[in-house]
């Protein structure tokens, strides 16, 4: 994904926060949510898992940051309660996150849709 271009008047794209910002990071530059799906697609995990593979690669991060990527892609319909449960952290039982199918991103989007409808009609 670029950047806007902020170029305009009175606008200076030198100076600004978010292009010093850009200019610092290297290398990788995905989202954490797109860092939790991405490895959510190498198979179900929970969030201590994910911020394990997460740090493995490199990246400086915290369970309490990951927890909240893992229920923005669900209420975005990207992932998956699997069902089961596995020992998270402090010995409490975790969701084990999938990325959901093709199947349920469609009915995902479907509803929504019918949402929205539903919400539009009530004018």
Avoid: Y
Wanted: aromatic share 0%; proline share 4%.
């Amino acid at each position: 994904m670029t950047a806007p271009d902020l170029s305009g008047p009175g606008l200076s794209r030198r100076n600004s926060t978010g292009e010093t910002s850009r200019d610092a990071a290297k290398g990788d530059k995905r989202t954490l949510r797109e860092r939790v799906l991405d490895r959510l697609g190498r198979g179900p995990a929970i969030p201590e898992t994910i911020l394990a593979d997460l740090r493995a690669e490199g990246i400086s991060t915290v369970l309490t940051s990951i927890r909240p990527r893992c229920s923005e892609l669900l209420r975005m319909g990207l992932i998956r309660d699997s069902g089961q449960r596995q020992t998270g952290e402090g010995g409490k039982k975790a969701i084990v996150w999938r990325l959901a199918d093709d199947a349920e991103r469609a009915a995902h989007v479907s509803a929504k849709i019918a949402e929205q409808r539903t919400e539009g009609s009530d004018d």
